[in-house]
C-alpha cells in the first residue's frame, strides 16, 4: 500500500484564521514532507521531516508552521495567511531522505484564502 | 543550484497518435521519478528510475533514463483521452549534493488528448 492521506480535501479560510492540515502515511516511511503548489506549475518544497525531526525549511514565512507529532503523522498550522497563500497543499513521504527514496504524494488540500 | 529542463510545455494530440516527453539537466540524479496528475488531484507515480540506461515499461508507456543519469524521456503509445493530464518529471539529488533530500522538478507537460 502506496497511500498517503490529507485532511480535509478543501479550506476556506479568512486572513485571520487559525487552521491546521493534516497528513497520515502507514508505509513506515521516515522522511515526510510539505509541497504548495499554483495551478498547472510544478510543487515547490516547503518542509522537510526526517525521523520526526525538521532537516530542510525552504525559507517559508512563519505564518506557516509544521509539526511532526510522530512518524506516521505531519501537520501544517496555518495563522494569518494571505490571499496568495491559496493553493494546492501537497503532502508526500518517502522511505528516507537518502538518494534513491520515490516520494509518494498524497491528494492534497484544495486551500482558499480570503 | 539543480534544474530540469521539461519540454514540451503543451501537446495537444488525436488519439491513436504517439508522443515524447523530453527531461534534460546538467546535473547527476540519483534516480528519477515520473509524475502524471489531475486538476486539484496529487501527483500520482507513474515510474522511478534508478539505473544509468534504463528502459521500463508500462503498458503503453516507455520511460528511460539516460546512461549519464543528467535526462530521461516518457514516451506514450497510441495515446488515449484517459492520459490526459500534467506529467512531471523530479530527479533525486546525490547523496551529500547540495539537492540532497530534495525533489527537482520539471516544468511540466500538459497533455490533452482528443477523441
Known amino acids: 500500500d502506496t497511500e498517503v492521506t490529507q485532511t480535509p480535501k478543501h479550506l476556506v479560510m479568512g486572513m485571520t484564521n487559525k487552521k491546521s492540515l493534516k497528513c497520515e502515511q502507514h508505509?513506515?516511511?521516515?522522511?515526510m514532507y510539505w509541497y504548495k503548489q499554483k495551478a498547472k506549475k510544478p510543487p515547490e518544497l516547503m518542509f522537510v521531516y526526517s525521523y520526526e525531526k525538521l532537516s530542510i525549511n525552504e525559507s517559508v514565512p512563519s505564518r506557516f508552521s509544521p509539526e511532526c507529532p510522530n512518524s506516521s503523522l505531519l501537520n501544517l498550522h496555518l495563522h494569518a495567511l494571505q490571499p496568495e497563500d491559496s493553493a494546492l497543499y501537497l503532502c508526500a513521504s518517502s522511505q528516507g531522505m537518502r538518494g534513491r527514496g520515490t516520494q509518494y504524494f498524497g491528494p492534497g488540500t484544495r486551500l482558499l484564502v480570503l | 543550484t539543480q534544474l530540469l529542463e521539461q519540454s514540451p510545455q503543451f501537446l495537444s494530440i488525436q488519439e491513436g497518435e504517439n508522443l515524447t516527453v523530453y527531461c534534460n539537466s546538467s546535473?547527476?540524479?540519483?534516480?528519477l521519478q515520473w509524475y502524471r496528475q489531475e486538476p486539484g488531484e496529487g501527483p500520482v507515480l507513474l515510474v522511478t528510475?534508478?539505473?544509468?540506461?534504463e528502459v521500463k515499461k508500462l503498458k503503453r508507456l516507455t520511460f528511460q533514463f539516460g546512461d549519464a543519469r543528467k535526462d530521461s524521456s516518457l514516451h506514450i503509445t497510441a495515446a488515449q483521452p484517459g492520459d490526459t493530464g500534467l506529467y512531471l518529471c523530479?530527479?533525486?539529488?546525490?547523496?551529500?549534493?547540495?539537492?540532497?533530500?530534495?525533489?527537482?522538478f520539471g516544468q511540466g507537460t500538459i497533455l490533452t488528448v482528443h477523441p
Open positions: 528510475v534508478v539505473t544509468g540506461g
Open positions: 508505509m513506515g516511511h521516515r522522511a
Open positions: 523530479a530527479g533525486t539529488g546525490i547523496y551529500r549534493g547540495t539537492s540532497y533530500g530534495k525533489l527537482t
Open positions: 546535473s547527476v540524479f540519483s534516480s
